[in-house]
T-cell receptor
Framework: GQNIDQPTEMTATEGAIVQINCTYQ??????LFWYQQHAGEAPTFLSY??LDGLEEKGRFSSFLSRSKGYSYLLLKELQMKDSASYLC??????????WGAGTKLIIKP | DVKVTQSSRYLVKRTGEKVFLECVQD?????MFWYRQDPGLGLRLIYF???????EKGDIPEGYSVSREKKERFSLILESASTNQTSMYLC?????????????FGEGSRLTVL
């Protein structure tokens, strides 16, 4: 079957670093996406990985290991505005997105 | 910037009513999608469309239908609303082709069925 696992909730401190993990099992693989969703708002695209390794984009980085079926989103220098849910999604062999349930990140001062 | 607009942010309907959820995108995207989002679950695909007048069932199409008469507009229809259709409905669009690529989402329509 197809499955995406990510922690339900995480708490971190303003200014710190947090890593949100995502593990997946899908039929075929055409890349992995991370989206950010603030409460009551639309999800917005953060990153896309299709090759192994780390992609850095400002304070946010995303890592992929296809052999391990594993990705993480790394957020540095956390700000209060980073409080949101972070959604992991993989694209399967039919180019359909399979979504995780999301990780709610709470940032404390 | 791509803008995806959903007609209603909040709706309250009664069991058995017909419900229309409208979605319009302004960037000439080929692909459009309807998802529902429920607590503790990932986004679930209801229907999608790769072209005008074309529609494909997603993972949970039962109880829903869609219409895409114009490229920019993708409507979700609940023929006879039921309480288990109480949910947040998200419309999304993407550029084109079979690769769904980056999705642009609307703000969502929160439907409550009493």
């Amino acid at each position: 079957g197809q499955n995406i696992d990510q922690p339900t909730e995480m708490t971190a401190t303003e200014g710190a670093i947090v890593q949100i993990n995502c593990t997946y099992q899908t039929s075929g693989f055409n890349g992995l996406f991370w989206y950010q969703q603030h409460a009551g708002e639309a999800p917005t695209f953060l990153s896309y990985n299709v090759l192994d390794g780390l992609e850095e984009k400002g304070r946010f980085s995303s890592f992929l290991s296809r052999s391990k079926g594993y990705s993480y989103l790394l957020l540095k220098e956390l700000q209060m505005k980073d409080s949101a849910s972070y959604l992991c999604a993989t694209m399967d062999s039919n180019y359909q997105l399979i979504w995780g349930a999301g990780t709610k990140l709470i940032i404390k001062p | 910037d791509v803008k995806v607009t959903q007609s209603s942010r909040y709706l309250v309907k009664r069991t058995g009513e017909k419900v229309f959820l409208e979605c319009v995108q302004d960037m000439d995207h080929e692909n459009m999608f309807w998802y529902r989002q429920d607590p503790g679950l990932g986004l679930r695909l209801i229907y999608f469309s790769y072209d005008v007048k074309m529609k494909e069932k997603g993972d949970i199409p039962e109880g829903y239908s869609v219409s895409r008469e114009k490229k920019e507009r993708f409507s979700l229809i609940l023929e006879s609303a039921s309480t288990n259709q109480t949910s947040m409905y998200l419309c999304a669009s993407s550029l084109g082709g079979q690769d769904t690529g980056e999705l642009f989402f609307g703000e969502g329509s929160r439907l409550t069925v009493l």
